[in-house]
C-alpha cells in the first residue's frame, strides 16, 4: 500500500485542496469544550485536517505512511508540527499521552486484526478523560459491495486498497470496548459537488 499512496500524492499533489474536512472542524470544537492541548492524528497526510487544531492552540503529532505527503505537509501548507514516518500497524511510535486521537479514514483500510490493534493503541495513548473520534466510511457509499469481497464488508476497491465499510453494529463491535459516547452521520465532500456518507464516533477513557 505505501506504494500506492506515495503514487497519489506525488501525481496529484494537494489532492483533496487545503481546507479541513467537517469532521476535523467538528473534532476541533469537541476538544476545544474538553479543554484538550496535545493531539495525535494518525494518518495525517499532508496536514489539512491539522490545521484546525493547530490554529487553536493545540500541540498536533502525527504518523502518516507517505513520504511525500509529509513533505507535502511542510513544503505546500508549511507545517512543522512533528510526524512520525511510518504506517499506523507500528503504533506506538512514542511514550506520549495525548489529551485527544482524531482519525479521518485510514482505519477502514486495515484488516480486521489491523484495525483490532490500531483502536486498542490509540486508546492506550490517550490520557485519563481524553477521547478520540475517528471518521469510517458508511455502507451507505455509493461504491459499497464494488470490487472482489474479501469478506463480510470487506471489498478491494482497487488492486492495493480494500475497504471496509461500516454500519452501527460493526461500530458496537469494534469499538465497543472503548467507551463510545457518540455516533453521528456525515456527508463529506470527496469532490466537487460528491460528498460520501460517514459516521464520526467518539470514544471517552474515563
Avoid at 482505519?107 to 486498542?120: E, N, Q, S, V
Avoid at 490520557?127 to 464494488?146: E, H, N
Wanted: aromatic share 12%.
Amino acid at each position: 500500500m505505501t506504494e500506492i499512496w506515495e503514487s497519489m500524492f506525488a501525481a496529484k499533489r494537494v489532492m483533496w485542496g487545503e481546507q479541513p474536512t467537517r469532521s476535523a472542524l467538528l473534532a476541533r470544537e469537541h476538544f476545544v469544550a474538553r479543554g484538550a492541548r496535545d493531539i495525535l492524528i494518525p494518518g495525517v497526510g499532508y496536514g489539512r485536517n491539522a490545521k484546525p487544531f493547530i490554529d487553536s492552540g493545540m500541540s498536533v503529532t502525527g504518523i502518516e505512511l507517505s513520504a511525500s505527503a509529509i513533505a507535502m505537509a511542510r513544503s505546500d501548507l508549511g507545517l512543522d508540527f512533528p510526524i512520525h514516518h511510518g504506517s499506523v500497524e507500528g503504533m506506538p511510535y512514542d511514550a506520549g499521552e495525548y489529551d485527544g486521537v482524531f482519525c479521518y479514514g485510514l482505519a477502514y483500510l486495515l484488516d480486521g486484526a489491523a484495525r483490532a490493534k490500531f483502536f486498542a493503541d490509540c486508546f492506550r495513548q490517550l490520557r485519563a478523560r481524553g477521547s478520540m473520534i475517528f471518521t469510517l466510511i458508511s455502507k451507505r457509499a455509493p461504491m459499497y459491495g464494488q470490487g472482489p469481497k474479501l469478506g463480510e464488508d470487506w471489498y478491494e476497491r482497487a488492486p492495493g486498497m480494500p475497504m471496509f465499510f461500516y454500519d452501527e453494529a460493526s461500530i458496537a463491535r469494534e469499538l465497543g470496548a472503548y467507551d463510545v459516547t457518540a455516533v453521528t452521520e456525515i456527508d463529506e465532500p470527496v469532490a466537487e459537488n460528491l460528498s460520501y456518507p460517514f459516521y464520526n464516533v467518539t470514544c471517552e477513557k474515563r
